[in-house]
C-alpha cells in the first residue's frame, strides 16, 4: 500500500468516547485510508507518534472567527489548539445577509467586538463564496445571525416585527440555508437580537425546521433570570420542532451561582421528555464580551449614533447608572448579574496603555467614580471596547464540564502571532481552551477520562451538527488529526500574559495537509467551508 501520510505508533482515541488503543493512521489525499495497529506500506510522509494520542481534529462547537477570517484566515491560535474544525455565527452575530444601504449599520453592530470588516455582499451565499476565496485554514460551520436577520429587515429599532417583516426574515433564513447554513443563532442580551419576542423565535425556528436546521442560542439573561432564559430556549426547539443548543451554559453573579443544579436539571428534563437540547462550555470562570453590553438594553435602541448620543446625555447617563449600580459598589445586568469594578477588565480599546486595567483602576486614575470612568472610556472609544468579566464561580464550570449534553466551545476568536508584539488582553479561551479541558481538567483533576474529554471535542459536536464523515477516526472519514502529548498538553495563555499558543500539541492535520508540523505552523487554506 502507498499512502500520503502514516502516523506511526501512537495511541488512538477515536472520538466515539470508546477506549483508546494502540495503531497506526494512514491517510490517502483527504481521507483517512486505514486504522490499524503496525500498518505495513509506504508513505510519503510519516509521523512519529509514539507517546502521544492521535485523536480527530477538535471541533469548535462556539466560535466568533467569523468576523475575522477576512483579515486572519489562518485561525492560528485555534489550529494551535488541535481545532479542524470551527462553528461560527453565534450569538446573533453574522456579517450575512446584509439589506442595501445598512451597511454603516452592520458595520457599526460588529465594530464593537473590534472587526474590521469588509461589506462585499448582500446575501449569505455570496458572503460564503467570499469566505472560500480566502482560503481559511480551518473547517467553518456556518450559521446565520438573528441580529443579522433583524438589522437586514427591521434594522437597529426595538420594535417586534410586523407580518412582513417576519416573512422577508424567513425568506432570508431560507437562502441563508440553501447557501449551506446550519441554522440560526440568538444574542438575546445583544441588541436588536434582543428586541425579538419568542414568539418571532419560534416562527424563524419553524421555517427551518423541515430542512433540519439548528438553534443555538445565547439565552436571555445569564444571571438572576437564567432559569426563565434556559426554559425560554427549550421552548423555542421544542415548538418550532428544531434541535436547540445553549450557548456557553453559566451562571453570572455571585448572587446567581446557587441556580446552576437548577439550570442543568432544565436540560436534562428536557431530554429525558424527548428534546433536543445539548449546550457548551469553555473552562474558564471569566467572559469577555463587548464593553457596551454592560448598558441597558433601552440604550442600544437605534444603533451607535443613538448610543453615543444617550452617553453623552447627563440624564441618561444618570438613568443608567440608577438602574445598574448595585448597593453603590457593583454593576448588575442581566447578562453578568452583579460584578464588581475591579472584575471588569479592559481587555481591548484604541487606547492600549488602558488594556488590562480594572475599571476600579481605571476610575482610580482618572478620579472618577467607576460607572462614570466606564462610560467615558466607551465615549471616548466609540463602543469599541473588548472587556474581559470575572463574573462567574469555578465549582460550576467544572460542573457544566462534566455534564453528559455539554460539549466544548471556546466562544473565541481566532487569532495569530504573526510577527512583533501583539496588543490588548483578550481572553486566554482564544489560546488555551482545549489544552486546558484535556490537560487541567481531564488530566490534572481528573474531572473526566481523556477519552470523554475527547469526545467532547469531537464526536459530540459531530453528532449535533450531522456531521456524515468527520469527528470520528474512521476510514473514509475526513483526515482532521489532532496528535498530542498527553503528559504535557497543557494552556500557556493566563489573563495578564494571553498571547501564547499551548505546548504538548506538535502536530495538527486538517484535511490531509499537515498544518502544524513539529510545532511550527506550515500550511495553510487548507479547510472548508462546511455545507449541509
Ligand atoms: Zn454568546
Redesign the pocket.
Known amino acids: 500500500m502507498t499512502w500520503s501520510l502514516l502516523i506511526r505508533g501512537g495511541t488512538v482515541i477515536d472520538g466515539s468516547g470508546s477506549p483508546r488503543q494502540a495503531a497506526d493512521v494512514a491517510v490517502e489525499g483527504e481521507r483517512i485510508a486505514a486504522i490499524a495497529p503496525r500498518l505495513e506500506g509506504h508513505a510519503d510522509r510519516v509521523i512519529d507518534a509514539s507517546g502521544h494520542v492521535v485523536a480527530p481534529g477538535f471541533i469548535d462547537a462556539?466560535s466568533h472567527s467569523d468576523l475575522f477570517y477576512l483579515g486572519c484566515p489562518s485561525s492560528e491560535s485555534k489550529i494551535r489548539q488541535g481545532c479542524t474544525t470551527e462553528v461560527v455565527g453565534?450569538?446573533s452575530f453574522s456579517q450575512a445577509p446584509i439589506a442595501p444601504g445598512r451597511e454603516a449599520a452592520v458595520r457599526d453592530w460588529a465594530g464593537g467586538i473590534g472587526a474590521g470588516i469588509d461589506l462585499r455582499w448582500e446575501t449569505f451565499g455570496q458572503y460564503l463564496e467570499a469566505l472560500r476565496q480566502v482560503r481559511p485554514s480551518i473547517n467553518v460551520v456556518h450559521f446565520v445571525g438573528h441580529g443579522a436577520l433583524r438589522l437586514a429587515t427591521v434594522g437597529p429599532e426595538n420594535r417586534p416585527v410586523a407580518p412582513e417583516d417576519l416573512r422577508a426574515m424567513q425568506r432570508l433564513l431560507d437562502e441563508a440555508m440553501d447557501a449551506g447554513a446550519y441554522g440560526y443563532s440568538t444574542?438575546l442580551v445583544y441588541p436588536p437580537s434582543a428586541y425579538a419576542p419568542t414568539e418571532e423565535l419560534i416562527a424563524l425556528a419553524r421555517s427551518m425546521a423541515r430542512r433540519g436546521g439548528l438553534y443555538f442560542s445565547?439565552v436571555r439573561g445569564e444571571s438572576a433570570m437564567v432559569e426563565d432564559s434556559i426554559r425560554e430556549a427549550i421552548r423555542i426547539g421544542e415548538e418550532g420542532g428544531v434541535g436547540v443548543e445553549i450557548?456557553?451554559v453559566k451562571v453570572g453573579g455571585r448572587e446567581n451561582w446557587g441556580k446552576m443544579d437548577g439550570v442543568l436539571r432544565l436540560i436534562d428534563d428536557a431530554r429525558a421528555r424527548g428534546v433536543d437540547v445539548s449546550g457548551d462550555v469553555y473552562p474558564y470562570h471569566a467572559g469577555s464580551?463587548k464593553m457596551d453590553n454592560l448598558l441597558p438594553a433601552w440604550v442600544h435602541d437605534g444603533g451607535l449614533p443613538k448610543l453615543l448620543e444617550r452617553l453623552g446625555d447627563r440624564a441618561a447617563r444618570r438613568r443608567i447608572t440608577e438602574e445598574c449600580l448595585a448597593g453603590g459598589e457593583r454593576w448588575g445586568t442581566v447578562s453578568q448579574g452583579r460584578v464588581g469594578f475591579d472584575e471588569i477588565m479592559i481587555a481591548t480599546c484604541r487606547q492600549h496603555e488602558l488594556e488590562g486595567l480594572t475599571l476600579a483602576a481605571l476610575a482610580g486614575q482618572t478620579g472618577k467614580a467607576p460607572a462614570e470612568a466606564m462610560m467615558d472610556l466607551l465615549l471616548e472609544e466609540r463602543a469599541t471596547v473588548g472587556m474581559v468579566s470575572f463574573s462567574q464561580n469555578l465549582d460550576n464550570v467544572a460542573k457544566v464540564l462534566a455534564h453528559p449534553a455539554i460539549m466544548i466551545g471556546s466562544?473565541s476568536i481566532g487569532l495569530s502571532e504573526g510577527a512583533g508584539p501583539k496588543h490588548g488582553k483578550p481572553h486566554p479561551r482564544m489560546y488555551g481552551t482545549f489544552p486546558r479541558v484535556l490537560g487541567e481538567y481531564a488530566r490534572d483533576r481528573g474531572l473526566f477520562s481523556l477519552e470523554t474529554a475527547v469526545h467532547k471535542m469531537t464526536g459530540m459536536p459531530a453528532r449535533r451538527l450531522a456531521f456524515k464523515d468527520r469527528g470520528l477516526l474512521r476510514p473514509g472519514h475526513a483526515a482532521d488529526i489532532a496528535i498530542f502529548d498527553p503528559a504535557t498538553i497543557r494552556d500557556e495563555s493566563t489573563f495578564p500574559d494571553p498571547h501564547h499558543y499551548p505546548a504538548g500539541i506538535p502536530y495538527v492535520v486538517v484535511n490531509g495537509a499537515v498544518v502544524v508540523d513539529g510545532g511550527h505552523m506550515r500550511a495553510a487554506g487548507t479547510g472548508r467551508v462546511l455545507t449541509r
Do not use: I
Open positions: 462556539h453565534m450569538c444574542g445565547h450557548a456557553h464580551t466562544d
